[in-house]
Structures are given as structure tokens and as C-alpha cells.
């Protein structure tokens, strides 16, 4: 690996700033804000990147926000974290407990905040030493869990010019300290699709001349299922379930309209770019079979993180350099979603799971009330998000410029 060792320089840097960013922590714990709603998050951020001398810009809507640090004609690396809380109520009986009714950061994007805020003023010092070869985007992102924030802050721009992009998720499953990676897909793609079935209706005593409802979306409700578990590569786990269904009011009226619902999942990217086409013909093809009219409401979720191999390796060796040898361990593609897939679809990068149980400690869950960290994984992730920043930029930037800012 090309540049300087950073092990040193964290150890300062942490031993000054950790208390601050855990109070900062805490503080952004107590009063969660919900997807777009981010607006008392965002200043906070802002005051702070300011107060380094650094020029953030707030997106149009007044939540999330972008800031460069440094300007040099070296690549550009950008580093996100998700701002936005959830709609659950806090159940934790701790001093820096959600004292917003309903609102509470149960999927810690309150230390993603907080990890790339401590990060950013690292960053920010490098810079002003002249020791950054190239430029880091800090993404501050809102509404994760719409989701929808990677696209509001790709509309504004937010990742053209950037040549690689890394972001972390806190995993209770995985002791502070280390790093969970995976090369290609990480989290799993989600839809929900709505099919609506129409016919003339009629007397169930002459079912052959009318078109039989019932029945068609009977046999929707089941062959679309199977034949696409035929029709898509088994590896990519494509499932459609159904959650809903509706039709009919007698036992002797076969209804003129029927509605049935459910989620598509999948963990690989190309399935989930052919899955509305093909879930759209099979639809078709059962139901003119019985002489119905049907059609489809496929609504979009998220593709699957698919992590870039170059980026995972960059992303390894830079979290081995900060937490030392071991520090990286493998993790499993969940079925969960990240909208973190957006910026992957465009740029290369990697997503990865930041340890944050205590060894030994409550084995927490994402997305429920009881949920909390063991806040040394803020002082990890600032170390990983730091170190991939730097070491990423004399990887990929010209070696003059590491020389020069070396010098
Ligand atoms: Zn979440
Ligand atoms: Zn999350």
C-alpha cells in the first residue's frame, strides 16, 4: 500500500475527539428525525463541518447535505452516511433515550452521522495540512428508510465526478471492532406489485359463460409463483409472495373484479432489472388463459447493494490498517434492503458492516425499539472511514501528488 501510515495520527485525533462525538451521538439520539424531516439534523452537521472551515452545501428540500473536503486535481472519493430515524418508539431506559414520541434511531444511521462527522474533521485537518492528494465528497444523506434519499441527492448531483464510494451499516451482529465485507450483492432487492383482475362477472351456475374470476386469480395466485421459480436462475432467489387478496361478496356470484398483492425479493441485480417484464407476460398469459383482463402495479424498492471487488479490497485493507490484522471478517447477503444500491448502479464502491456489539454483550436487532451500539464502534468506523478515504486516493491518484502532499 502507497502513502503513509495513519495509525498514529487517529490515535491523536481519537484521543481528543471521541467523548465529542459520542455526546454528538447522543444528542442526535435524543431527537430523531424521520426520512425528510432531517432538518435540526442537517444544521447540526453543518454547524460543525463550518466550524472546521469547511463550505457544506444543504440540499434543496433544507435536509441532507454534500461538503468537499479538499480541491486538488486528484480522484475524488465520496463517503456516505444515512441521517435519517425511524417511526418506532424508543424502548431503551437510558440517559440519551428519543425524547421524540414515536421517533427513534433503531437502525443506528445516528453513528453513521456521527462516524462520518468525525471522519470529515480528520479529513478536514489533512486537507488543511495539504495532505489529501485528490478530494473526498461527504454525503450526508436523508431518508434511507423511505427510501428514496440516494436518488434525491443524485438528482442534485451528488455523485457525478466521483470515482469511488464507500458507506458502513452498523451490525449487531458483529463485535465492535470488526469489519463485515462481502464482494458482490450484500443486501437483497424488495418490490411490491399489485395485480388487478377484471371480467364480466356472472352466476356461478354458468361459470363458462362468463370468465371465471375466482378462479383465474386463483391460478395467478399460483402459477405466477411457479413458473418463475422456472423461468429466473434459481441462485438469484427471486421470490414473489403474496400478502393480499381480495375478491368476491356471495357463494353463488363470481365477482367482475379482483385484487391481489405482494412483495418480489431477490438477491441479484439482474434478476431484479428483468423481474417486472417477465412477472408482466406470465401475468398476461394466465389470464387471457381464462378469459380475464389483468394488470400490473409494480412498484419499485431498492436494487441489492452489489459491492465492486476493487472496492471491497480497498475498502479490507484500509479497516485491517486502522483496527488491525483480523479486523475484516466475511458477512452474509441479507434479505433486508439499503438504498445505498442507487449510487452502485451508476459508480463503483462498497458497503460494509460495521461491528457494533459488545463481546459477550445483548445480541440487539435493527429496526426495534431496544436497540443500541456499544459507542467504541464510533471511534472504528471514524478510523475505517478515514484510512479507506486516504489509502484510496494514493491507490488510485498520481504519484506525484502523494509526493507532493508527503513532502
Ligand atoms: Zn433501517
Ligand atoms: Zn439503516
Redesign the pocket.
Known sequence: MRGRELRGELDAFLAEMEQDLVAFRRDLHMHPELAFAEYRTTQRIAERLTAAGLTPSVLPRGTGLICDVGSGDGPTIALRA?IDALPLQDEKDVPYRSTVAGACHA???DV?TTVLLGASLFLAQQAAAGLLPGRVRLIFQPA??LPGGALEVMAQGGISGVDRIFGL??DPRVDVGQLGLRSGPITSACDKIAVRVSGPGGHTARPHLTADLVFALAKILTELPAALSRRVDPRSSLSLVWGKVVAGSAANAIPDDGVAEGTVRCLDENAWHAAPDLIKSLLESVASAYGVEATLDYTRGVPPVVNDEVSVEMLGEAAEQALGAGAVVPTQQSL?G?DFAWYLESIPGAFARLGTRSPDGIAYD??QGTFDVDEQAIAMGVRVMATTALTSLWEVGPLDSITSAMA
Open positions: 444515512d437502525c443506528g444511521h453513521h434511507e428508510e451499516h452498523c433486508g439499503e435493527i429496526h
